[in-house]
């Protein structure tokens, strides 16, 4: 079996191809990675000797470029994780998201059709139905809620998944689509809510809590997005959706309190900034379909994710110190200077 991994150098795809070359030692491992901004061969680099992982350098959305590696490697299925991925970049930016996001997953379809697939898998996001409000704790997404987008990331996320969609009804492609919520563990890059509160709040910096820190995400250890999207490509239904989630929420505040207690530190390091425009109030999955249809359950709690995740941040100082003190540190000056 030989898979490519798009967006492997990234931190859900760069777990995910930890993952199946740990599990599967007959399989081939394909990286395909523009290695943008989020993109870090450090990710990379326990697997890097392996014989049966393989890495290029190439933008989805680059026609050319994808053809010769579907046209050489011949793999028997794609996993697409390759995506801008930061909210707050779309907000500033929303061009390259649907360059990437849109164009780049079209590109890839098309070079399924032409060379042949068993399957091709879209990792999508909880993000495309929009949010539930704080007070009807009852409510979850379904893969049946409509889609309805606030950032120009979920609407990129939810015209691809549209894409996917059609491609499988028109031209009979072998599609799935999983839509999870929020991702925690190693690798993740320092730009989002748990890795930043860790790096700050070691560095005795302040945590920059949007809002009153109210809003409420499901959280998901990685792994556990791997086994369910390892399961999906298998066993999974073509043509279906599926949402993976843990019934893991919390407020942010609730996270930020929770890193800073692990972490000895005080919660005077927490400051109030001006709001996200658009912010989602509350994601939250019912992964009724995933656990019914192939038996998916998720491992890790919270409360143990978080503590595996902080030993890793301190274990590894510097995988995350060389992304703060590179060209990221201009992004963050300049986002969090305007809050
Ligand atoms: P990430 O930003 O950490 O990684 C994205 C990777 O894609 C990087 O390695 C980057 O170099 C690569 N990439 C970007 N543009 C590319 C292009 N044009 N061509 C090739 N490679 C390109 O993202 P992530 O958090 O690992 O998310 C992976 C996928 O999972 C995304 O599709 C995202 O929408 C989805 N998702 C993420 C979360 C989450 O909590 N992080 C939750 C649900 C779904
Ligand atoms: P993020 O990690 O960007 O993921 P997403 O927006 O895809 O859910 O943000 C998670 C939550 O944390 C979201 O409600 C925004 C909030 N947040 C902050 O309060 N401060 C921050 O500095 C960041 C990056 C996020």
Same mark, same amino acid.
Not at 218 to 223: A, G, I, K, M, P
């Given at each position: 079996?030989?898979?490519?991994?798009?967006?492997?150098?990234?931190?859900?795809?760069?777990?995910?191809?930890?993952?199946?070359?740990?599990?599967?030692?007959?399989?081939?491992?394909?990286?395909?990675?523009?290695?943008?901004?989020?993109?870090?061969?450090?990710?990379?680099?326990?697997?890097?000797?392996?014989?049966?992982?393989?890495?290029?350098?190439?933008?989805?959305?680059?026609?050319?470029?994808?053809?010769?590696?579907?046209?050489?490697?011949?793999?028997?299925?794609?996993?697409?994780?390759?995506?801008?991925?930061?909210?707050?970049?779309?907000?500033?930016?929303?061009?390259?998201?649907?360059?990437?996001?849109?164009?780049?997953?079209?590109?890839?379809?098309?070079?399924?059709?032409?060379?042949?697939?068993?399957?091709?898998?879209?990792?999508?996001?909880?993000?495309?139905?929009?949010?539930?409000?704080?007070?009807?704790?009852?409510?979850?997404?379904?893969?049946?809620?409509?889609?309805?987008?606030?950032?120009?990331?979920?609407?990129?996320?939810?015209?691809?998944?549209?894409?996917? @969609?059609?491609?499988?009804?028109?031209?009979?492609?072998?599609?799935?689509?999983?839509?999870?919520?929020?991702?925690?563990?190693?690798?993740?890059?320092?730009?989002?809510?748990?890795?930043?509160?860790?790096?700050?709040?070691?560095?005795?910096?302040?945590?920059?809590?949007?809002?009153?820190?109210?809003?409420?995400?499901?959280?998901?250890?990685?792994?556990?997005?791997?086994?369910?999207?390892?399961?999906?490509?298998?066993?999974?239904?073509?043509?279906?959706?599926?949402?993976?989630?843990?019934?893991?929420?919390?407020?942010?505040?609730?996270?930020?309190?929770?890193?800073?207690?692990?972490?000895?530190?005080?919660?005077?390091?927490?400051?109030?900034?001006?709001?996200?425009?658009?912010?989602?109030?509350?994601?939250?999955?019912?992964?009724?379909?995933?656990?019914?249809?192939?038996?998916?359950?998720?491992?890790?709690?919270?409360?143990?994710?978080?503590?595996?995740?902080?030993?890793?941040?301190?274990?590894?100082?510097?995988?995350? @110190?060389?992304?703060?003190?590179?060209?990221?540190?201009?992004?963050?000056?300049?986002?969090?200077?305007?809050?």
């Amino acid at each position: 079996m030989k898979i490519i991994v798009t967006g492997g150098a990234g931190f859900i795809g760069g777990n995910f191809v930890h993952y199946m070359l740990n599990k599967y030692n007959d399989y081939k491992i394909i990286c395909l990675d523009a290695l943008t901004y989020a993109g870090n061969m450090e990710t990379l680099e326990p697997v890097n000797c392996n014989p049966n992982f393989k890495f290029y350098k190439a933008d989805i959305a680059d026609r050319e470029a994808v053809y010769e590696i579907f046209e050489k490697e011949k793999p028997d299925i794609i996993v697409n994780f390759a995506a801008e991925s930061h909210v707050d970049r779309s907000i500033d930016n929303p061009g390259i998201f649907l360059q990437t996001n849109v164009i780049g997953t079209g590109v890839l379809m098309d070079a399924c059709r032409k060379y042949g697939i068993t399957r091709y898998h879209q990792v999508s996001t909880d993000e495309v139905y929009g949010d539930l409000p704080l007070d009807r704790p009852d409510l979850f997404f379904t893969e049946n809620t409509p889609l309805h987008t606030s950032s120009p990331y979920s609407a990129s996320k939810a015209s691809a998944d549209l894409l996917v @969609q059609a491609y499988h009804r028109t031209f009979k492609l072998p599609v799935t689509i999983s839509r999870c919520s929020n991702n925690y563990g190693p690798y993740h890059f320092p730009e989002k809510l748990i890795p930043l509160m860790i790096a700050n709040a070691l560095a005795d910096k302040e945590l920059p809590v949007y809002g009153k820190g109210e809003n409420v995400r499901d959280w998901l250890y990685v792994e556990d997005h791997c086994s369910a999207i390892d399961l999906i490509i298998h066993k999974g239904r073509v043509g279906e959706v599926y949402n993976i989630g843990g019934h893991n929420e919390r407020t942010n505040l609730e996270v930020v309190k929770i890193i800073l207690k692990e972490l000895g530190k005080s919660e005077d390091l927490i400051r109030y900034v001006t709001d996200r425009p658009g912010h989602d109030m509350r994601y939250a999955i019912d992964p009724a379909k995933i656990h019914n249809e192939l038996g998916w359950l998720p491992e890790t709690k919270f409360e143990d994710g978080i503590k595996k995740t902080i030993k890793w941040y301190l274990d590894n100082k510097d995988w995350w @110190q060389h992304i703060i003190n590179g060209e990221y540190k201009d992004y963050y000056e300049k986002h969090y200077s305007r809050k």
